[in-house]
């Protein structure tokens, strides 16, 4: 009997909330206020050392770590070098240890670029579609628009071999032109995409303005899905490659298909730990890692008291016939709205949509050896 191996996974701010753009719709930069002593926020190099030691010495056979911010590239490079340099030397014989890093790119350079690929980065680059709909919410301090910066270093991660993925951002601009968005990400030469929903609180408790409504979600979801079935075998998005995984009794990777929250720790730059990036609360901070080992706040109370509230769920929720696919949906968009946390996820209806649409095609897929006719 083969046993699956264990894994920490880790979601790390290591310059905070900063960042050198101002997207409109940022929903992390309002943390600023959380972390007072200065408008700058960075890892110190006692805080590195500590948890990537301690991440090592968990137990687990995997560590991975996902940089990511605010704009992670705003630690510098050397700073990164270190990263490795700890990770080697703290390693226990046996065990893996993944990087991921998730950024606007536009601080990339050739050294930055060389050194991902020589040391195995996963590189997360966001980018919103082509140019009039990227640089509608994705601008710098100045105003300007990033997808020219962006798009140059993205041909340089490309052609210099490192591995990418792409991040769009489903905000109300781009939800309408999914052919637009999509024709676009695959001219880019990148195989691997997400595509993360837009809804945060506006006045009078509705929407932003530039949230998008569960129906064009939808609608960009099953549009999405049916050009995703006519691409290549070796495109890959995220929803839908967790999808066809439950469909053929495979565990999905991405949280929102999954029964409980809480399986990632956040590690803020001052060594604050939260159970998710869209819960950095006070109400929700689970302590230090340089007070409070990470192996004590992983088995910590309120960390499980953070991932069970997934199955407090509503007769309705109960009661759909999807309930297994997305247990309810992620806790961010069930209370973004000021609801409590049993009441369905906002984008029920475009999870609605979509789980009927792919599923038949889904079911036929699984019985087929290959992807197309």
Known sequence: MSISPSTISLLVKP????????????FYRQKAGMFPGGKQH???????ERLITQALDAGCDIAMFSWQGGEPALMGLDFFRRVVEL????????????NALQTNATLLDRRWAEFLREH??????????????????????????????VMQSLRMLVDMGAEVNILTLVNERNV???????????????????????????PGGKPASYSISPEDFGDFLCRLFDRWMDSPMDVSIRDFDDLLAMHQGRSPTTCIYQPRCGGYLLIEHNGDVFPCDFFVLPKWRL???NETPLAELRASGK??????????????????????????????????????VSQPTYLCEAYKRL????SSVLAELIGSPQRHS
Request: charged share 20%.
């Open 15 to 26: 310059a905070g909330p900063d960042c050198n753009l101002r997207c409109t719709y940022c």
């Open 42 to 48: 960075r890892m110190s190099d006692s805080t590195l």
């Open 87 to 98: 990770q080697a030397a703290h390693m226990h014989p046996g065990q893996a240890v993944s």
């Open 120 to 149: 195995n980065f996963l590189v997360g680059v966001s980018l919103d579609g082509p140019q009039s709909l990227h640089n509608h919410y994705r601008r710098d301090e100045k105003r300007v628009g990033s997808h020219a910066r």
């Open 176 to 202: 309408r032109e999914p052919d637009r968005v999509y024709d676009f990400l695959l001219e880019t030469g990148v195989k691997y995409f997400q595509f993360v929903p837009c809804v945060e609180p506006g």
């Open 287 to 289: 302590g230090n890692l």
């Open 303 to 340: 960390l499980a008291e953070f991932g069970g509230q997934k199955a407090m769920l509503s007769d309705e929720c109960l009661n759909c016939p999807w309930v297994n696919f997305c247990y309810g949906g992620c806790l961010k968009y069930r209370t973004v709205l000021g609801g409590p």
């Open 355 to 358: 789980f009927g649409h792919a």
